[in-house]
């Protein structure tokens, strides 16, 4: 089965601090990437996804991510962050084989401090 | 995209009763999932509803705890049987077609706290 880690459960940064949040997964195949974020109140969006192609991705409001597929890494950037990207973050990982499921990361709460 | 509904949005029950979510979509789509999202936790995935024939259950999970219904394109759902403190989660409805491959949408959730 696969796995999807997410090494930072909670972090806190100042306004206009760069973000960096680590994911990686266990599958060696094939694999299909995504970022998503709640934000306090609401359901859960997309933020940015990886199919094929280019591995730096760009995502809703600045936000980036780029696959590493030697380390199986899919770490998400944001070079400056603002009071409003105060939410939780899911890394989730798609295996083709699988269908559509989707395994996702234990999540990674932010506050950005004003 | 998809605009998905829940009902209810959140409940409060009682122990041993039973509750009934409902999952609605504004179109057809080919997939429909359920995960449960316990308090502090990621999601996990419960089953995916399938059209006209009995859910595929993720392990951990049983039919008749988590019995689900499918009858077409756009709507499914969950019930969550002989309830218990322990089932005290967020119940998430997703949605997925085959254009959107592994692309997921997420309803709003039912936030449901068992006594």
């Known amino acids: 089965a696969q796995s999807v880690s997410q090494h930072n459960h909670h972090v806190i940064l100042s306004e206009a601090a760069s973000l960096e949040l680590g994911c990686n997964y266990s599958?060696?195949?094939?694999?299909?990437l995504f970022w998503y974020v709640q934000y306090p109140g609401q359901h859960l969006q997309l933020l940015l996804k990886y199919f094929s192609g280019d591995p730096l991705v760009k995502g809703i409001k600045g936000f980036e991510a780029e696959f590493i597929k030697s380390k199986f890494s899919f770490n998400l950037r944001k070079p400056s962050v603002q009071w409003s990207d105060t939410a939780e973050y899911f890394c989730a990982v798609g295996d083709g084989r699988a269908g559509n499921m989707l395994t996702f990361g234990g999540g990674t709460r932010l506050m950005v401090k004003p | 995209s998809a605009v998905i509904s829940q009902k209810p949005s959140r409940d409060i029950c009682q122990r041993g009763t039973s509750l009934t979510i409902q999952c609605q979509v504004d179109s057809q789509v080919t997939m429909m999932f359920w995960y449960r999202q316990q308090p502090g936790q990621s999601l996990t995935l419960i089953a995916t509803a399938n059209q006209g024939s009995e859910a595929t259950y993720e392990s951990g999970f049983v039919i008749d705890k988590f019995p689900i219904s499918r009858p077409n394109l756009t709507f499914s759902t969950l019930t969550v049987s002989n309830m218990s403190p322990e089932d005290s989660s967020i119940y998430l409805c997703?949605?997925?077609?085959?254009?959107?491959?592994?692309?997921?949408?997420f309803g709003p959730g039912t936030r449901l706290t068992v006594l």
């Open positions: 997703s949605v997925c077609s085959a254009g959107w491959w592994n692309e997921q949408f």
């Open positions: 599958y060696g195949g094939t694999v299909n």
